[in-house]
């Protein structure tokens, strides 16, 4: 059983903070990398950022360089997104994705093999 549980998700005002967390469970050993997308009422769901578990080769989406950052917890198998200077726009349902082999295409949905529940973002101006 594959499981990603996401929390974290909430109201926020502009220029705020708010840190996502994804807990993986099930079989994650060998996992090669983590997401985070994000998908506003009619959009496409985007790529926000990508990390390896290994902590290394962190890529973000133009729109969040800067302002988020995507981290590991290896011990707890969580990946986290820190997101600061929230802006009105940012406001999607989030979601993280688990990627169990290299996939040089991860900005794609399609790079992913499992995606959690998402949870909600909403930032007021």
């Known amino acids: 059983q594959v499981q990603l549980v996401e929390s974290g998700g909430g109201l926020v005002q502009a220029g705020g903070s708010l840190r996502l967390s994804c807990a993986a469970s099930g079989r994650t050993f060998s996992w090669y990398s983590m997401g985070w997308f994000r998908q506003a009422p009619g959009k496409e769901r985007e790529f926000v950022a990508h990390?390896?578990?290994?902590?290394?080769?962190?890529y973000y989406a133009d729109s969040v360089k800067g302002r988020f950052t995507i981290s590991t917890d290896n011990a707890k198998n969580t990946v986290y997104l820190q997101m600061n200077s929230l802006k009105p726009e940012d406001t999607a349902v989030y979601y993280c994705a688990a990627d169990r082999n290299y996939n040089a295409d991860y900005v794609q949905i399609r790079a992913y093999d499992y995606w959690g529940q998402g949870t909600q973002v909403t930032v007021s101006s």
């Open positions: 990390i390896r578990w290994s902590g290394s080769n962190t």
